[in-house]
């Protein structure tokens, strides 16, 4: 798993200089969620953003910071496209646009969205146009507060989506405080398991946990949903767990500081 954990540092940095260049905020979210998308991007989506691959929707939409630069390290969006992040006239706002890439199939941002498309995308695929097409959701623990999530679940296990993996990357908080203080959804994946998914619970920064829950065969007819613990701000040990990341840029001393943590992690890689 070295490979991964180099990939997601590498990510790591070129994540934090967009987000000091552009002056932009959510990173802490973005930091939850960059070693799932390092495994997906890496080892997982089959070739995404052609016709036939493998699709991927982003419902927390504020993470999508995170996405380009995954996209961006792996060889599907270019330098030049991502040095225009946050900028006017960009294709890459701080929630993705759909028709910006072809690795972008729908804008997200208001959460509690991306599951109903996914579920939709993920139907089509399976029992309209039959096809070996598999679809990923990544959600936030924030998205499952939103009625219409639990919606597209009962449709995704009523039509026994088995093409569709849904991952919540629960990090604890959301954009005004804990998730267990705004709105307690715990035991989170005995909700999923009975809503029809077959549910694993694992550690979303331990990326042999993540390729086991990926990879193993539960059952062939029904969806999967992964319930990733995360850490917000995980790899800057001043943004993790702290809400104040959900919305802050950096200062020039803090981006310092942050690329010292983790060119210090890379040293025992």
Known sequence: MREFRKD???IRKRFLRMHFEAQAGHIGTGLSCLDLLTFLYKSR????GQPGGDQFILSKGHGASALYATLNFYGLLTDELLATYYKDGTLL???PAPGALPTIPAATGSLGHGLPIAAGLAFAHQVLRPSD???VCLLSDGDCNEGSVWEAAMFAAHHRLANLTVIVDANGLQGFGRTRDVLDIEPLARKWDTFGFDT???DGHDFEEI???LTQVISKDRP???????????GVSFMENRLEWHYLPMKPEQFAEAMRELEKAGESL
Not at 45 to 48: A, I, Q, S, T
Not at 224 to 234: D, P
């Open 224 to 234: 999967r949903c992964l319930i990733a613990r995360t850490i917000k701000g995980k």
């Open 211 to 213: 390729r086991d829950a």
């Open 200 to 202: 694993i619970e694992l």
């Open 133 to 135: 097409t598999r679809v």
């Open 45 to 48: 989506l089959r070739r995404p």
């Open 8 to 10: 997601a540092l590498a």
């Open 93 to 95: 706002p701080a929630h």
